[in-house]
């Protein structure tokens, strides 16, 4: 259904241009969808658009109930020719995509008609307004409704005229550039939750599998044809406070990086494991990304990302793609089982400096110690003493607030705070030890 919308909604907005639509203002609104998916510019994703940016929407927080037909409304001030070329593009449309249209047209277009869809009155699904009456401009305001033509740019690789279909995935923290780096950290975080405690995310209210779905889809489009994966995509520079469907600055696609590359094969790899029993299609996909990745990971020296010239946004660098190769290496072990992954793994753990087990973005050697635990032999071993022994540590940093960070708390220190308790969890689950789960709770309260 999500391929069909997209599909649904491009041929709408081709046809209105083509039937002479194209120079009148475009709003859409889509309610009942998780308050944790937001705009994002460059794509027509239905399931990004979301309502948790204004009192109405803030309560509806469940999934689309879409089965056979969608519900659309088209509320127009227009009329004349006008109101006959919209009827034009809805007939067109609903033989495209088989999917029903209900059309309001001319007067009926009010203030009426706002508050009750935003009352979530309205059986439709999604609204399309044309026009630029006041209802428009209210509803708009609710934060429920943004200008379509912010989803429709691609990319351009740096240095080329190259055009790229990036659309989809998360903006960062306070910017609205997508970075794989980030990504694949919160991606293999969010399916680490998934694995420990599956129950705790409540069918139709959180959807862990769609959500993390929905980055690796974006991942995947960053994987260049011979396996490299672009660092990020973003604008020149960071833009001012603006809501995202505001950014219209041009999209730029900054070049690989070899840490990008190896966090993309692990998380890849990783995933693959977790959708297989749901979307094997879906899975091979990954696990088959993953190899290319490790093919040019093999192939390649470090290639460690600064921002080249022109580009003032987010840089994610690093000193070393020893740890993004190793955790790579792991995942890749246990998801295919190949002789030359373990290889790897095994050499590379057995020489990892073993004194933290930190699960940041920028050392993936935690990720390497609870994934490698369930390598068997030796090596599952070493991991799982790994995890205990960074806990012990940590646990003589505990200060009066509960939290290991005693000297300061630096931009995204809950991150930290975060990696801290599931450290302090696994060891937990691996002893029995109270004094772990202690320790694992108390960073929880500190965050809340």
Request: a negative charge; one cysteine or more; hydrophobic letters at 45%.
């Amino acid at each position: 259904m999500k391929r069909i919308i997209k599909i649904a909604l491009c041929v709408l907005c081709v046809f209105s241009m083509l039937l002479g639509l194209g120079g009148c203002k475009i709003v859409l609104g889509i309610r009942k969808v998780p308050v944790t998916k937001y705009v994002e510019k460059s794509t027509l994703e239905m399931e990004t658009l979301g309502t948790g940016l204004g009192a109405a929407g803030a309560q509806q927080v469940e999934e689309p109930k879409l089965s056979g037909t969608l519900k659309m409304q088209v509320f127009t001030n227009e009329s004349g020719a006008h109101s006959e070329a919209w009827t034009n593009v809805v007939t067109a449309f609903e033989e495209a995509t088989g999917i029903k249209v209900t059309l309001i047209m001319g007067s009926q277009v009010n203030t009426q008609y706002s508050a009750a869809w935003l009352a979530g009155e309205s059986p439709a699904d999604i609204v399309w307004i044309a026009g630029n009456g006041i209802a428009d401009e209210e509803m708009e305001k609710s934060g429920m409704f943004y200008d379509l033509s912010a989803f429709l740019e691609e990319a351009t690789v740096y240095g080329t005229d190259e055009k790229r279909d990036v659309t989809g995935g998360w903006h960062d923290a306070g910017d609205y550039g997508r970075y794989v780096v980030p990504a694949a950290k919160t991606v293999a975080d969010l399916l680490l939750a998934w694995q420990w405690n599956a129950a705790a995310f409540t069918p139709g209210l959180t959807d862990l599998p769609g959500e993390a779905r929905w980055e690796l889809e974006w991942m995947l489009k960053m994987q260049r044809a011979d396996g490299a994966v672009y660092h990020k995509v973003s604008c020149a520079r960071f833009c001012g406070m603006i809501m995202p469907h505001e950014e219209k600055e041009e999209l730029i696609v900054s070049p690989v990086s070899t840490t990008a590359t190896g966090d993309f094969a692990a998380c890849m790899a990783m995933a693959a494991r977790f959708y297989e029993g749901q979307d094997a299609a879906f899975a091979a996909r990954m696990k088959a990304a993953a190899r290319r990745a490790w093919d040019f990971l093999a192939a390649s020296e470090p290639i460690l990302f600064s921002n080249p010239e022109g580009i003032r946004t987010g840089g994610y660098g690093d000193r070393s793609d020893a740890d993004e190769r190793l955790w790579a290496a792991v995942e890749l072990a246990i998801t295919c089982g190949d002789e030359k992954y373990l290889t790897v793994a095994a050499k590379g753990i057995a020489a990892a400096d073993r004194t933290r087990a930190p699960l940041g973005w920028g050392d993936m050697r935690g990720y390497v110690a609870v994934e490698g635990m369930a390598l068997d032999g030796e090596i599952g071993d070493i991991c799982r003493q790994w995890v205990v022994d960074d806990a012990s540590r940590m646990l003589d940093r505990i200060n009066a607030y509960g939290i290991t960070m005693t000297e300061r708390l630096p931009w995204g220190s809950n991150m930290n705070i975060s990696n801290d308790g599931m450290i302090f969890y696994l060891a937990w689950k691996l002893t029995g030890e109270k004094k772990f789960r202690l320790a694992a709770e108390k960073q929880l309260h500190y965050l809340l």
